[in-house]
């Protein structure tokens, strides 16, 4: 079995940074991709960032780059992700996730669907 769990969620102020932690235990295979998605209410989740172990590749959302910052220690088998410049629009529930058979590539690695794998989620609010 495959455990996420997701922790470092909190409130802020905008402008203000967090830092979310996933770690990772079980049968997860060495080197795909793990990513952070984002739900808020009534919207769709959607792809924040996503990091293919094997090499360190990340990719983005355009929303997010510039701002936050995709990395692992792969030792410890913990994804993070340093949000920084947050703004109300980054309110939401982040969730880890790992993927599973199907290996995507950078440019697909934002879409949910390739992952098979997901964490509790962690609620992160960015007051004005």
């Known amino acids: 079995q495959v455990r996420l769990v997701e922790s470092g969620g909190g409130s802020v102020q905008t402008g203000g940074s967090l830092r979310l932690s996933c770690a990772a235990s079980?049968?997860?295979?060495?080197?795909?991709?793990m990513a952070w998605f984002r739900q808020a209410p009534g919207k769709e989740r959607e792809g924040v960032a996503a990091?293919?172990?094997?090499?360190?590749?990340?990719a983005y959302d355009d929303s997010v780059k510039g701002r936050f910052t995709c990395s692992t220690d792969n030792a410890k088998n913990t994804l993070y992700l340093q949000m920084n410049s947050l703004t109300p629009e980054d309110t939401a529930k982040y969730y880890c996730?790992?993927?599973?058979?199907?290996?995507?590539?950078?440019?697909?690695?934002?879409?949910?669907?390739?992952?098979?794998?997901w964490g509790q989620g962690t609620q992160v609010t960015v007051s004005p």
């Open positions: 996730a790992a993927a599973g058979r199907w290996w995507p590539n950078a440019i697909q690695a934002l879409g949910s669907s390739w992952y098979d794998y």
């Open positions: 079980g049968d997860t295979p060495n080197g795909n991709w």
């Open positions: 990091l293919r172990t094997s090499d360190g590749t990340v």
